[in-house]
T-cell receptor
Framework: NAGVTQTPKFRVLKTGQSMTLLCAQD?????MYWYRQDPGMGLRLIHY???????AKGEVPDGYNVSRLKKQNFLLGLESAAPSQTSVYFC???????????????FGQGTRLTVV | SQQGEEDPQALSIQEGENATMNCSYK?????LQWYRQNSGRGLVHLIL?????REKHSGRLRVTLDTSKKSSSLLITASRAADTASYFC???????????FGKGITLSVRP
């Protein structure tokens, strides 16, 4: 079982370039999340999805777009990268509501993105 | 803004001692979760406590939740050098399905 897989693991972009980060999960989870982690800031929620075809904004959505065309994939796009988007990006997934008050999240290993 | 705030920001203890970490939050929650992150790795779930629970145990972990004070604590007993990591609390608010994290606590366990 692969769990949550993020690609790529590392990337260097020039300012203004675009790219897409892919998150894939094989656990049939309904909820998926994108976070960024910066020193001293912890994890901040960028966007999330509660099911195929749905997306919602998190705490820091500006400069990012997402899509969830298939249940197992959650894509994070940067249309015009800026140095402020240099960060480590984490994807997570979790099972949806099943009559219990929530379930734990499973994380990918992260994507280290540098924008120069 | 981030919902959970951990305290202290950093903790250094000797192997064998207990480590206590605290988390405070601002809104109503469905559950509160604790995660661990080793350097350069993704987060790993440790324990989840629901809003109607007050205490939960898992191995050397003990978590408490006080919804009246909007706070939780994580206790790691008989710490080991391998417990050295960053620890995060996460707040799940069922109304909007967000799972938000605090800034984390850096725990160093000296051999």
């Amino acid at each position: 079982n692969a769990g949550v897989t993020q690609t790529p693991k590392f990337r260097v972009l020039k300012t203004g370039q675009s790219m897409t980060l892919l998150c894939a999960q094989d656990m049939n989870h309904e909820y998926m999340y994108w976070y960024r982690q910066d020193p001293g800031m912890g994890l901040r929620l960028i966007h999330y999805s509660v099911g195929e075809g749905t997306t919602a904004k998190g705490e820091v959505p500006d400069g990012y777009n997402v899509s969830r065309l298939k249940k197992q994939n959650f894509l994070l796009g940067l249309e015009s990268a800026a140095p402020s988007q240099t960060s480590v990006y984490f994807c997570a997934s979790r099972l949806g509501w099943r009559g219990r008050a929530g379930t734990e999240a499973f994380f990918g290993q992260g994507t280290r993105l540098t924008v120069v | 803004s981030q919902q959970g705030e951990e305290d202290p920001q950093a903790l250094s203890i000797q192997e064998g001692e207990n480590a206590t970490m605290n988390c405070s939050y601002k809104t109503s929650i469905n559950n509160l979760q604790w995660y661990r992150q080793n350097s350069g790795r993704g987060l790993v779930h440790l324990i989840l406590i629901r809003s109607n629970e007050r205490e939960k145990h898992s191995g050397r972990l003990r978590v408490t939740l006080d919804t009246s004070k909007k706070s939780s604590s994580l206790l790691i007993t008989a710490s080991r050098a391998a417990d050295t990591a960053s620890y995060f609390c996460a707040i799940y608010t069922g109304a909007n399905s967000k799972l938000t994290f605090g800034k984390g606590i850096t725990l160093s366990v000296r051999p």
